[in-house]
């Protein structure tokens, strides 16, 4: 029975090991609380910004995607501008005094709130005939939001019951959310079994 005994030094000298592995699992990237980079959205997709067609709608596209704070808008377009207006100015196509105004042809809003973010076209005519865009930014998600299917870029070209992302391509999609559910959960489970392997270790 006495050589089967573990000494107190030889139980401690497993004992920080197996503890740097638990901690190691702990801290990793994949199971700390920080929230995912934002997505970027690409208004009106390779077609850009610009005055929708019969077969498009920036409202249509808007309620098909999810936003959350830390996403991004990203217009492009040409010989006209992006406005960021208060409701009532949406409302009215109101151009004249907007929160914030870009014309140079590539602009990025960040949606650094929750809330409803207003933006209109500043070029004559254009809001009336339906290039406005109002999008609802909730909080940052649980778990990284999917990426865009194939319709995420045209507004208003989805299917009813497809919502596609409509970023870049910059985040993993539905599948890689799962393999890192996955890859998380069978972090903790090796953690946990280590911790109980320790406790029974010590015993």
């Known amino acids: 029975m006495a050589g ?11 004992l920080l090991p197996a503890l740097a592995i638990v901690l190691v699992f702990a801290a990793s990237p994949g199971h700390a609380s920080t929230a995912a980079p934002g997505l970027v959205f690409h208004v009106g997709g390779p ?4 005055v929708p ?17 830390g996403d991004k808008l990203y ?68 778990e990284p939001a999917p990426a865009p299917g194939p319709d995420a870029y045209a507004p208003g070209t989805s299917q009813p019951g497809h919502s596609g ?9 539905s599948s890689s959310g799962a393999l890192s559910a996955a890859v998380a959960a069978g972090g903790f489970a090796l953690a946990a079994a280590l911790a109980v392997g320790l406790v029974l270790l010590l015993q």
């Open 165 to 173: 992302g409509g970023s870049g391509g910059s985040q993993g999609g």
């Open 47 to 50: 077609r850009g910004w610009r």
């Open 53 to 69: 067609d019969a077969n498009t709608s920036y409202g249509w596209w808007a309620m098909n995607n999810r936003f959350h704070v």
């Open 75 to 142: 217009f492009k377009y040409e010989n006209d501008s992006v406005l960021l207006v208060d409701r009532e100015d949406f409302d009215a196509c109101n151009a004249t005094e907007p929160i914030a105004r870009s014309d140079d042809g590539s602009t990025t809003f960040p949606l650094d709130r929750p809330g409803f973010f207003c933006f209109i076209s500043g070029h004559p005519g254009h809001c009336e005939e339906g290039q406005r865009l109002i999008v609802r930014v909730m909080v940052h998600p649980a």
């Open 4 to 14: 089967s005994t573990i000494s107190s030094s030889s139980k401690l000298g497993l």
